[in-house]
């Protein structure tokens, strides 16, 4: 029934009034209920049986964006002016794809494109990318398939579309180790990068204020929990209600929020130019040399912020009284232990980094890969779920490897604070533990760590996306 509508749309319309017929043509067509405007509902059936597969999130914005007097629903006018404006953007981004200018896209210029952007991808990945755009099997794209692909698709332009696969660090668990954002030029000329700087902090700081219990007990357990005095998850929350009542439950909270702006900022800024020194090539940045490059932002903002990484875990610890604030806090330990006192644990915190932002990226890379090599059968836009799935996987094993130093950085932080305890180097206390409590005494805490993961995620990314959509930044 719609095959006719589709080939009359789908094909090159080399006038205005061809244009028109055919909007005016599928526009009729979508509006299955006559009342000259159509809705999410309509859209969504009318594509289906024309066999263009869109997802609901997407024909919603879709939607969002054409609808200018806000009645839920596109008129003809409001319909015909969307596509528009749409295909003047999909066209300059098929243009700037077409390197040869030959009318096709093919497989080395899709590799090319993404390249330029920072993302390197293997010619199979490409293909796969290619296949699920191409129509015709030909392993090219012309001007019309690639219209028919993203006509009914709110991404316009190529950042747009290999974000999709673009590693973002969004999902906040409460680790600040991973790979910054890449953003392009296009992204900070316009400003775009700090409105999605700001939305993942916003996220952040929302995802750790509510997983702050559950991470106030790993740090607890990290420090007190040993084989001679076990605690129980259970037992634990008792032991911090009956000390300090439910509020004590967000000790250090404050202060683990506060830390995520200077660090965001740090990072991004220190990344783009450890780029510029580390790329053989201008403007292109391969991808050790990204990890590289990420590894050593990431190094540069815990040194500066470390003193605030200290703060927090002596605010963790906390007992009722100890501390006014963090302001007395950072004053009594300054005249007590003085300044190096601030930077206790560094050298496992800095040893932490690679493992994790390594770990993090390669086992986030092989998920990827596995995905596109399995299941990009008809798009190579992967869906939100699995999306969430590969970065909290990824993540979970990163933290996973590099927990022991996590809790040895933690212990040093703490262990003038905790009466009677020796102050001890990390070789010692490595030793040290693995001599009274074996190997798994270096993963105490792990439990309420790895429970935090799925709610942290979740909270982050939905935040996150109420901030993307209240800042203006379309997806």
């Not at 209920?33 to 066999?51: P, T």
């Not at 000790?251 to 683990?256: A, E, L, M, P, T």
């Not at 390669?362 to 299941?375: D, G, I, M, P, T």
């Not at 927990?403 to 003038?416: C, D, E, G, S, V």
Request: net charge positive; glycine share 8%; with cysteine.
């Amino acid at each position: 029934m719609y095959q006719s509508v589709k080939k009359l749309f789908f094909t090159d319309c080399h006038c205005a009034d061809d244009a028109s017929k055919a909007y005016e043509e599928l526009f009729a067509r979508l509006d299955a209920d006559k009342d000259g405007k159509v809705d999410v509902s309509e859209l969504k059936a009318g594509l289906a049986a024309m066999g263009i597969k869109s997802e609901e999130g997407a024909l919603q914005k879709i939607i969002s964006a054409g609808d200018q007097n806000k009645d839920e629903g596109l008129d003809f006018s409001e319909f015909s002016k969307y596509l528009k404006e749409h295909e003047k953007k999909l066209r300059l981004t098929f243009k700037k794809l077409d390197k040869n200018k030959d009318g096709q896209i093919d497989i080395m210029e899709i590799k090319q494109s993404l390249a330029d952007l920072g993302l390197e991808i293997s010619k199979e990945h490409a293909e796969k990318i290619l296949q699920s755009i191409d129509a015709d099997g030909t392993m090219t794209v012309d001007w019309n398939e690639w219209r028919e692909h993203f006509l009914f698709n709110p991404a316009t332009n190529l950042q747009e579309i290999i974000r999709y696969w673009k590693h973002t660090t969004v999902l906040d668990i409460g680790d600040s180790l991973t790979i910054p954002d890449e953003f392009t030029e296009e992204e900070k000329t316009t400003g775009l990068w700090w409105k999605q700087l700001t939305a993942g902090a916003v996220a952040g700081a929302v995802s750790r204020t509510g997983t702050a219990p559950l991470d106030r007990m790993k740090v607890f357990m990290q420090v007190h929990a040993s084989k001679s005095n076990k605690i129980s998850l259970v037992g634990g929350f008792k032991q911090m209600l009956k000390e300090g009542g439910m509020t004590s439950l967000w000790r250090g909270n404050g202060i683990n929020v506060m830390k995520i702006a200077p660090e965001t900022a740090i990072k991004f800024m220190v990344y783009e130019q450890y780029k510029k020194l580390l790329s053989s090539e201008p403007g292109k940045v391969k991808t050790h040399e990204r990890f590289m490059a990420g590894s050593l932002a990431g190094a540069t903002a815990q040194t500066a912020i470390y003193p605030m990484e200290v703060m927090k875990t002596r605010m963790t610890l906390r007992k009722t009284g100890q501390y006014s604030g963090m302001f007395d806090c950072a004053k009594k330990v300054l005249k007590n232990e003085g300044v190096k006192a601030f930077y206790k644990g560094y050298i496992p915190n800095i040893l932490g980094i690679i493992p994790y932002a390594g770990i993090d990226l390669a086992v986030y890379e092989s998920l990827k890969n596995f995905w596109l090599s399995r299941y990009a059968k008809d798009t190579a836009n992967p869906g939100v779920l699995v999306l969430l799935g590969c970065g909290t996987i990824s993540s979970t094993c990163g933290q996973l490897a590099s927990y022991p130093l996590a809790l040895i950085r933690t212990r040093m932080q703490a262990q003038a604070s905790i009466e009677g305890s020796e102050q001890l180097p990390m070789s010692v206390m490595v030793k040290k533990i693995m001599e009274k409590e074996g190997f798994f005494g270096l993963y105490r805490g792990i439990l309420p760590n790895f429970m935090k993961v799925i709610p942290a995620v979740s909270i982050s990314y939905v935040v996150y996306e109420y901030m993307r959509s209240g800042l203006g930044i379309q997806k």
